[in-house]
């Protein structure tokens, strides 16, 4: 099927237009991004993500309601895969100082009704464990067993057959689960995950990847300089940086601004942008490969006319192939669930801008370029 057959129109002479809605899109993420600034995920600033699954579908807003001041500061609390799961993140890497000690009675009161009256002592704690020593080596199994089958993270000090110690993990994810068992209690669930990123490995993470965003563009910079001259390369990789900043903008604009839609930054938005970076150069390099061709046909005529041309020649090809991914991206977005919204977010505007910016950026700087410096570009 083919659109825009006998499409003619300037769009080299809607540059300056466009200069100006790219220069404006540009100064108000920057400004945003200087008074607002950024809300990184637990990837990039550590903290504690739990994910659990109860037996019947729970309602987000109680869950919320009943965690929100247990001690932990800022929760995040969304629903995860469906009515059945939460996700709840904390920036708490520890129980606080002051919640440990309920903890450990928590953890006691299980070992008593499990074990009443058993002989128990703690030996060691640290700040998310705590250690017990028992009588004998097969009551320490048998209560290793139970505050397993309990959903406690418990364990044997050692391998040693006289060992008589277990350790027991005091973590963030017990503490919910206390709270939540006494608040909720017609609706059973398990703790899926826990995933703890301390503050050190989050800044790791985040150095790379600015770096391997940073080294892909210099990538495609070198390989396009190869496969068509430098100018097309410089202008296709400004385009790109055009995208990813135009995008990440957007990020620190509507945050918090749509129900709904949580646009941290953390990992899955990194590999949002990667995925968004490919897309954007592959449909760059469709509209260059067509320039290149008709300066091979049409050597006297203005370069201005050509990239019209050309332009217009892949239109066809550039709104089919948008518009279907668009479609699949926004029924991501609507009905992907929480998880991935933020994914399809950066997707969906992300592919509206790169498309505008093989248009409307890439080719109009190679034509600055040919005019500015008078050169006539040959290949």
């Known amino acids: 099927m083919r659109i825009f057959e006998n499409l003619n129109y300037d769009f080299i002479g809607k540059k300056n237009i466009a200069y100006i809605l790219s220069i404006g899109f540009f100064l108000l993420g920057i400004i945003s991004a200087l008074i607002r600034g950024f809300e990184f995920g637990i990837d990039f600033k550590g903290g504690t993500e739990i994910v659990l699954q109860f037996d019947n579908a729970v309602d987000i807003g109680t869950v919320r309601n009943d965690v929100e001041n247990i001690g932990l500061g800022n929760m995040e609390v969304k629903t995860f895969g469906g009515e059945t799961g939460v996700m709840i993140r904390t920036e708490e890497q520890v129980i606080p100082t002051n919640i440990f000690p309920v903890v450990v009675k928590y953890i006691d009161s299980e070992i008593d ?11 060691d704690s640290t700040a998310n464990s705590v250690t017990y020593e028992f009588t004998n080596k097969d009551t320490t199994d048998d209560v290793i067993d139970a505050l397993f089958e309990a959903g406690f993270q418990s364990g044997r000090v050692s391998e040693e057959p006289d060992n008589n110690r277990m350790v027991v993990r005091a973590g963030i994810a017990d503490w919910i689960k206390e709270n939540l068992s006494q608040k909720i209690q017609n609706n059973n669930f398990i703790v899926l995950k826990e995933d ?7 800044e790791e993470l985040k150095r790379d990847a600015v770096l391997a965003i940073f080294f892909a563009l210099i990538v495609i910079l070198v390989y396009l300089g190869f496969r068509f001259k430098f100018i097309f390369a410089f202008g296709a990789v400004t385009a790109l940086f055009h995208d990813t ?5 957007l990020f620190s604009l509507l945050y918090g601004m749509i129900p709904g839609l949580n646009l941290e930054i953390d990992i899955t938005i990194v590999a949002a942008f990667m995925t968004l970076i490919g897309y954007s150069i592959n449909d760059t390099v469709i509209v260059f490969d067509r320039i290149r061709e008709n300066i091979k046909i049409h050597k006297t005529k203005p370069i201005n006319e050509i990239i019209n041309t050309s332009i217009s020649q892949t239109m066809s090809r550039t709104v089919l192939t948008g ?11 609507i009905f992907g669930g929480e998880v991935l919204r933020a994914f399809a977010f950066t997707l969906f505007f992300g592919i509206i801008i790169g498309t505008y910016s093989s248009i409307f950026v890439a080719s109009a700087l190679v034509y600055e370029y040919a005019i500015k410096y008078k050169k006539k570009l040959e290949f």
């Open 113 to 123: 009704k499990k074990f009443p009256g058993l002989a128990k002592q703690i030996v």
């Open 196 to 202: 703890i990123v301390g503050p050190k490995i989050g």
């Open 245 to 249: 900043l135009i995008t990440l903008g």
């Open 323 to 333: 518009g279907t991914t668009l479609m699949t991206v926004f029924v991501l977005l």
